[in-house]
Nanobody, 115 residues
Framework: VQLVESGGDLVQPGGSLTLSCAAS????????MSWYRQAPGKERELVVF????????VYADSVKGRFAISRNNANNTVYLQMNSLKSEDTAVYFC?????????WGQGTQVTVSS
């Protein structure tokens, strides 16, 4: 099983980034996919999750209206479009897959929002 995040970068406040998470080794279309983040000195927090079909997504209040999750079950990838980035969005972003009796994590990708 692998979850490989990419797309993290240094970006100025107000900027945008798109993160990707490529999955392999499990039946991607049967899993709820999530993005979490962990800022320095803070606990890991849920940013958003999307249902297995992609029909439903739930966002943390802190990112609602600025971030958008999507998934492509044909190429086993989940995306996180991040707009209007703020300094408080600085964190390591992790992709996670959750299914019946299973939970997988990626290694994370660093997003730094700074001028």
């Amino acid at each position: 099983v692998q979850l490989v995040e990419s797309g993290g970068d240094l970006v100025q406040p107000g900027g945008s980034l798109t993160l990707s998470c490529a999955a392999s080794g499990f039946t991607f279309s049967s899993y709820v996919m999530s993005w979490y983040r962990q800022a320095p000195g803070k606990e890991r927090e849920l940013v958003v999750f999307i249902s297995d079909t992609g029909g439903n997504a739930v966002y943390a209040d802190s990112v609602k209206g600025r971030f958008a999750i999507s998934r492509n079950n044909a190429n086993n990838t989940v995306y996180l479009q991040m707009n209007s980035l703020k300094s408080e969005d600085t964190a390591v972003y992790f992709c996670s897959a959750r299914g019946v009796g299973a939970r997988f994590w990626g290694q994370g990708t660093q997003v730094t929002v700074s001028s």
